[in-house]
């Protein structure tokens, strides 16, 4: 562990000859233990805005985070457009598979805001992964209504199926034994008529059975088109076809006549 | 069971799948309206229809979209419009089947809504969950500009607009409107105090309108027919169709569109197809997972805006939760409570504290390490929760969970009871002395 040095306190007066700052001095931060930051102490500064010379962004990463800020009209006294801040990260990710240091340090010397600026925005989003994520992703849907259709025992059948420790899965992910697959809790995914549901790999599936769980991890592992009869996509409205005589709705002047 | 139709409005045609493409929804009459708005129709007019039409939010809060837009002051700088399409509530998923199947309904709302605030950037801020949604409202909104309806001087009438989709990442929070505009502007999606208010002061600034995506899909149907065509449907204080979401423990759950003041019954029972075989209705919550819940008593209510909140519960974003009889009240309650645990943001006292300490309590509940007596500290909780925020994320926890202590309180009781002595042997095995244990065989 790194210790702390001893701050300066005084305002207005200048400090003791024993308590001053040496010349060049930089604070090492809080004190770290390496058994829980799995990757995330970033090299180099994370205060300063990277130079982009130094960070060896790919070109095209470059061009897309630059396209990103293009779209926002926002600008402060510094002329930084901090609004791309999460699409860039999404582009991080989509990229190098979950937001590494390295990939957040290249989106700060692009967008010229601090790695630190990036990272603090990364970690507040569920969606953002600050941490290896695999191949493939499932999100467990384990909120009211999957729970009430039988959620948590389907991620406990992804956790079978995958290896994964299924006390990780339900408290923000775990991985597979080949690091492929996460798998993950997830609460509330917008699409409780499908319950129990899971997105997969960012599409949406339901209503699953327990033993789906083996089919999924089968097709994914073996690079097939997931359960295609059970997709979001292929799914009618509830109600069916059948649309209202309604004559205020058929002499309607709007869209959809 | 009454053979209750759905009024379709905004989901007319949904099951073509054309629909969702510039040319399948201008074969349907789509974008005449806002072509005739920038022609002939002058913008204070139409702010004065959506006021007279009664048009509410359908995002939760039920607030008069018209007098929104009515708030934006008349000056030069630039304003913005924000659709709030990060539609997070547990229960809730209208926004969905409207951006999949409909996008350039929900685009021709946004515009002919830019036109009458003077509005020139718009946003549709949609949640990261939903990729192939967002997916769909790029490829609608390219579309929109290569036909001319968005980007400079739209089709000839010298109005400005620029439309960008921009996708969240995964916080409940982000519908909260403020926290929305932080999350836009690039930072953690934290609440801001109020006021000033969006309308005054929002997004970079500027004065911003934020309204759901429904809401916003209903301006060109108010544009095209007029404000007493709208007020045809629905109640006098609820005015037009709600997609209502069902979900929970009933056998079609899914998207219905209806005028709003049907009965809960013939929404729940007539459309959704009432609970599963052999099942009752125990509880259910009207509007999304921070509504209080509503018992089978109140099955015969209309569901409009004034009746949920005169039954003491809330319209909300129209989502009806229902739990039947297999379903144990306190473990939904943990469940909810959970959900807005990991949901706070963690800015105010009340809530990221209220969060957690009640979500404790729950899980101590119904694992049988609770007394009665914490039931009442569970109570006392919500009541410091709620009002005591920057934005209403507690009170969503607060409202429902004390309503099924208060409504469910013997359910509470029983179950801290069982779960005790069922807890017994275990407890007993961790003694060093078990005297009183059964056998005394046990660890």
């Given amino acids: ?257 | 069971m009454s053979g209750i139709v759905e009024t379709r409005v905004l989901l007319r045609h949904a099951e073509d799948p054309a629909l969702a493409t510039i040319d399948g929804y201008r074969s349907y009459g789509g974008y005449e309206t806002l072509q005739r708005t920038l022609k002939e129709i002058d913008p204070d007019w139409i702010v004065n229809e959506l006021e007279e039409s009664g048009l509410r939010g359908r995002g939760g809060a039920g607030f008069s979209m018209g007098k929104k837009v009515s708030f934006l002051p008349h000056t030069d700088e630039p304003k913005y419009l924000c659709c709030n399409a990060d539609e997070s509530e547990p229960g809730a998923f209208k926004d969905r089947e409207l951006m999949q199947r409909n996008p350039h309904q929900l685009i021709e709302g946004i515009a002919i809504a830019s036109f009458a605030a003077g509005v020139c950037h718009a946003f549709i801020f949609i949640r990261g969950e939903y990729d192939r949604q967002a997916d769909i409202l790029d490829q609608a909104v390219e579309e929109a500009y290569s036909a001319g309806f968005l980007g400079k001087d739209i089709l000839g009438s010298g109005f400005d607009l620029e439309l960008t989709v921009h996708r969240g990442a995964g916080a409940y929070i982000c519908g909260e409107e403020t926290a929305l505009l932080d999350a836009l502007e690039g930072k953690r999606g934290n609440p801001r105090l109020k006021p000033p208010f969006p309308a005054v002061q929002g997004l970079y600034g500027g004065p911003t309108l934020i309204n759901n995506v429904e809401t916003l899909s209903n301006v060109s149907h108010i544009v095209a027919n007029g404000a007493e065509w709208f007020k045809s449907f629905g109640t006098e204080q609820s005015p037009g169709t709600k997609v209502v979401s069902i979900s929970g423990c009933v056998k079609r759950p899914g998207n219905y569109e209806v005028e709003l003041g049907v009965s809960l019954r013939d929404l729940i029972f007539g459309l959704a197809g009432g609970p599963l075989d052999g099942r009752e209705i125990k509880a259910f919550y009207p509007g999304g997972s921070s509504s209080p819940v509503l018992t089978p008593a109140e099955l015969d209510l209309p569901y409009s805006f004034e009746a949920m909140a005169e039954a003491g519960s809330m319209l909300g974003s129209g989502s009806i939760i229902v739990a039947d009889d297999s379903v144990s009240i306190p473990r939904m309650a943990q469940r909810t409570s959970k959900f807005y645990r990991h949901e706070s943001c963690g800015k105010c006292t009340p809530c990221r504290e209220g969060t957690s300490w009640t979500d404790k309590m729950l899980t101590r509940v119904v694992d049988g390490e609770a007394t009665p007596m914490d039931l009442d500290i569970i109570a006392s909780v919500q009541n410091n929760i709620m009002g005591n925020c920057l934005c209403v994320l507690g009170d969503a926890m607060a409202m429902p969970v004390s309503s099924m202590v208060k409504k469910f309180r013997d359910e509470f009781e029983t179950t801290i009871e069982e779960a005790f002595y069922a807890e017994v042997p275990t407890r007993l095995a961790g003694r060093p002395v078990p005297i009183f244990a059964e056998g005394g065989d046990r660890g």
């Fill in chain 1, 1 to 257: 562990m790194t210790t702390i040095p001893p701050e300066d306190f005084t305002q207005g007066e200048p400090a003791a000859e024993e308590n001053r700052r040496p010349e060049g001095f930089r604070s090492p931060g809080l004190p770290v233990d390496p058994a829980n930051t799995t990757g995330r102490l970033p090299e180099g500064d994370p205060q300063s805005i990277p130079d982009l010379a130094e960070v060896d962004c790919p070109d095209d990463l470059r061009e897309h985070i630059e396209k990103l800020v293009a779209k926002y009209p926002d600008r402060d006294s510094k002329d930084i457009h901090r609004s791309a801040a999460i699409p860039a990260l999404w582009a991080v990710q989509r990229r190098y598979g979950w937001c590494t240091p390295e990939g957040i340090r290249q989106a700060a010397a692009v967008m010229r805001v601090t790695p630190a600026y990036l990272e603090s925005v990364a970690s507040f989003y569920d969606l953002l992964r600050t941490e290896p994520a695999g191949k493939h992703q499932v999100l467990v849907c384990t909120n009211i209504s999957c729970w009430m259709r039988g959620g948590d025992e389907l991620l406990q059948s992804f956790c079978a199926a995958t290896g994964a420790d299924p006390e990780e899965a339900a408290h923000g992910g775990a991985l597979s034994a080949d690091g492929e697959i996460l798998v993950s809790g997830f609460e509330c995914l917008g699409a409780c008529d499908l319950a129990p549901m899971a997105s997969i790999d960012e599409r949406y599936f339901g209503p699953l059975a327990n033993e789906d769980a083996e089919t999924v991890v089968g097709q994914l592992r073996g690079g097939d088109e997931v359960l295609p009869e059970k997709s979001l996509a292929a799914r009618g409205l509830a109600g069916g076809g059948a649309e209202s005589s309604d004559p205020r709705v058929t002499s309607g002047k709007g869209p959809n006549r």
